[in-house]
């Protein structure tokens, strides 16, 4: 009777130990989970990524890129879905030279498809 006893103490504390374990790593992910979205470069960076990698040229344009960065920056737009259509813009220009090479031109309708997918009016 001794030895069930022993183990089911063992079997406590190793289950307690496991517990204690997931307990501390959960939090102390969310804080590296915090840094790394603080990490994320916004405002005047990516206003300055855009302008210069999408070869913008109007004010008119100038005026839509500064929408999109106060978008991200309020948290109202995903800077994934701005990145992932601002890499295809700039793919499908290189593609596309003999139009002028203006990633503008395809990332403004692009970037207004992709946010509409998901409710969002750019």
């Given amino acids: 009777m001794d030895d069930s006893t022993e183990v089911s103490r063992r079997t406590v504390l190793a289950n307690c130990g496991r517990l204690a374990a997931g307990l501390f790593t959960v939090p102390i992910w969310l804080l590296f989970a915090q840094r790394a979205d603080a990490a994320i ?17 109007t004010e008119r344009d100038i005026e839509f890129i500064d929408h999109v960065v106060d978008l991200v920056v309020r948290r109202k737009l995903p800077l994934k879905l701005v990145d992932q259509t601002y890499f295809w813009a700039r793919t499908k220009a290189a593609a596309h030279r003999s139009l002028g090479n203006n990633p503008m031109v395809y990332f403004r309708p692009g970037l207004a498809a992709r946010a509409a997918k998901i409710g969002i009016k750019v």
């Fill in 41 to 57: 470069p916004r405002g005047p960076v990516l206003r300055e990524r855009l302008i210069v990698g999408l070869r913008v040229k």
